[in-house]
């Protein structure tokens, strides 16, 4: 063979370009799809010998290998969600530990911080995780959920600032047409009393008019009468027809 055959062959690593790492490796030490990778190329001794070596620091909690700060945790865990495994798709305990502990760090971290320490950037990395994980048949709908509700909660506490001001704005304007309002029904008012005014005056005035109007005629009746009267004997002897 030829000193090139002899040389011993350096397997590519894989390696995913950085916009298609799962999000676990922005905030974890490993990626979920390493994982899957890990656990297929790995059997038997090469398993059990990682489990022996990671459980020097790691406590046992119902069969899973944790970090000993995680053990309170763990175990309320599994009290109150059981085996989220169960149809998991990972199989080795081992790496069913490290997402096991995956999980519960996410707890931790949704107990140590509230809604005005978490960062949206945390949140998206901690839903992609969950993401990961459901994809793998882990049974965490619930902590997805939770998530998605608390990065609602937490976008809309980064818009409060420009709500503040919309609703200050928006009160401003209530003042302002209030007040307009306000100058609007005192004119309307003020010139419905002076329209009552007129009407009152109105209606005097056609009385009086038609009182004048009666007067008048009465006294343009008794006029013609006496004209009629006078005219008799105005161009005439006052004896005339008596003899």
């Given at each position: 063979?030829?000193?090139?055959?002899?040389?011993?062959?350096?397997s590519?690593s894989?390696?995913?370009?950085p916009?298609?790492?799962?999000?676990?490796?922005?905030?974890?030490p490993?990626?979920?799809?390493?994982l899957?990778?890990?656990e297929?190329?790995n059997?038997?001794d090469?398993?059990?010998?990682?489990?022996?070596s990671?459980?020097?620091?790691?406590?046992?909690v119902?069969?899973?290998?944790?970090?000993?700060?995680?053990?309170s945790?763990?175990?309320?865990?599994?009290?109150?969600?059981?085996?989220?495994?169960?149809?998991?798709t990972v199989?080795?305990m081992?790496?069913r530990?490290?997402?096991l502990?995956?999980?519960?760090?996410?707890?931790?971290d949704?107990?140590d911080k509230?809604?005005?320490?978490?960062?949206?950037?945390?949140?998206?990395?901690?839903?992609?995780?969950?993401?990961?994980?459901?994809?793998?048949?882990?049974?965490?709908?619930?902590l997805?959920?939770?998530l998605?509700?608390?990065?609602?909660a937490?976008?809309?506490l980064?818009?409060?600032?420009?709500?503040?001001?919309?609703?200050?704005?928006?009160?401003?304007?209530i003042?302002?047409?209030?007040?307009?309002?306000?100058?609007?029904v005192?004119e309307?008012?003020?010139?419905?009393?002076?329209f009552?005014?007129?009407?009152d005056?109105?209606?005097?005035?056609?009385?009086s008019?038609?009182?004048?109007?009666?007067?008048?005629?009465?006294i343009s009746?008794?006029?013609?009468?006496?004209?009629?009267?006078v005219?008799?004997?105005?161009?005439?002897?006052?004896?005339?027809?008596l003899l």
């Amino acid at each position: 063979m030829s000193s090139h055959s002899d040389a011993p062959t350096k397997s590519k690593s894989f390696e995913c370009p950085p916009e298609q790492k799962p999000l676990a490796v922005l905030e974890y030490p490993f990626s979920l799809f390493s994982l899957n990778r890990t656990e297929m190329d790995n059997e038997g001794d090469e398993v059990n010998s990682v489990g022996q070596s990671s459980s020097l620091d790691t406590v046992e909690v119902e069969g899973y290998q944790v970090r000993p700060e995680l053990e309170s945790i763990v175990r309320k865990f599994i009290i109150k969600h059981g085996d989220v495994f169960e149809n998991c798709t990972v199989s080795t305990m081992i790496f069913r530990s490290m997402l096991l502990e995956m999980i519960c760090d996410i707890i931790s971290d949704l107990q140590d911080k509230n809604l005005y320490e978490i960062t949206e950037n945390k949140l998206h990395r901690m839903i992609g995780l969950a993401n990961d994980m459901k994809d793998m048949k882990v049974n965490i709908e619930w902590l997805q959920l939770r998530l998605e509700e608390i990065l609602e909660a937490r976008q809309i506490l980064n818009q409060s600032s420009m709500l503040k001001e919309k609703k200050h704005i928006s009160k401003k304007i209530i003042e302002t047409v209030k007040r307009e309002l306000e100058e609007c029904v005192e004119e309307k008012n003020a010139v419905a009393a002076k329209f009552q005014i007129l009407c009152d005056k109105e209606t005097a005035c056609k009385e009086s008019l038609a009182r004048a109007e009666d007067e008048y005629a009465k006294i343009s009746q008794t006029f013609t009468d006496a004209t009629s009267k006078v005219r008799q004997f105005a161009n005439c002897s006052l004896a005339n027809g008596l003899l």
